[in-house]
């Protein structure tokens, strides 16, 4: 048997650094931009809300992070059951690369929240249903991420980190929920309601000019959110690619 040549073992060690595909592309800076955009949109170009003064304008800001947040942390669990049924890395690369952002989301929300909460409620926390879900479901995917770092094996680590995953989503449905089932400091959704979808309503949640912003902050936000869940995915391959050349 004729022993396999360095150089098609490891097929990209020679190959120049620019000719790597790189992580972060022309979504990722569209999504930047149009953050920016929604930035300059709500402080100079949005009125300021006529009870709450200027601290309503963190909205923009926190409930598109939410939401965001609970997008990547669906595609942990998308990636999870799919890991899980067809064993496939591509998979488990794809949940660990969403959990990452999903925790940068989560942690957004969490300190937008308290900035928000000080001038209204004349307190930066306090341990209602949705704040104390929403930081345990910080501290869930902060352990799933602990879990892949703990585990060497990685047939091991992706279907421990998969069931985990699974099981912290299923908290998502009480976060949205918990303002109905409990009395809470934190209002019920302003936007995220049916009535706020009726062309003709006589009371909108919101005027034009702010829901014209805050679906501006969903859609910068979200694109955001799958521009950086692209980036960690390359990388990863990267990564990963890297190391099996190595091995």
Known sequence: MTSVPTSA???????????????????????????????IRSIYFTPIEAVQGAAQKIYYIHVPAA???????????????????????????????????????????LTSGPLWAKPIWNTWWTW?????????????????LVLRGAIDEPAMRARFAAVLAILGVLLIPFIHMSVYLFRTLHPMPIMLQPSAFQPNNPAPPLPPVMRTTFFLGMGAFMLLCVALVVARYRYAALRDAAAEANS
């Open 67 to 109: 939401i965001s947040a609970y997008l990547a942390y669906s595609l942990v669990a998308l990636g999870s059951v799919m890991h899980l049924w067809l064993h496939d890395a591509r998979a488990d690369r794809l949940a660990e690369s969403a959990a990452e952002v999903g925790l940068v989301f989560n942690t957004v929300v």
């Open 9 to 39: 073992a490891a097929p990209r060690a020679d190959l120049p650094p620019a000719t790597l595909p790189r992580p972060f592309g022309a979504l990722f800076l569209l999504a930047v931009l149009a953050v920016i955009g929604l930035y």
């Open 128 to 144: 209602d249903a949705r704040l104390t879900s929403t930081l345990f479901l910080w501290f869930i995917f902060a352990a799933y």
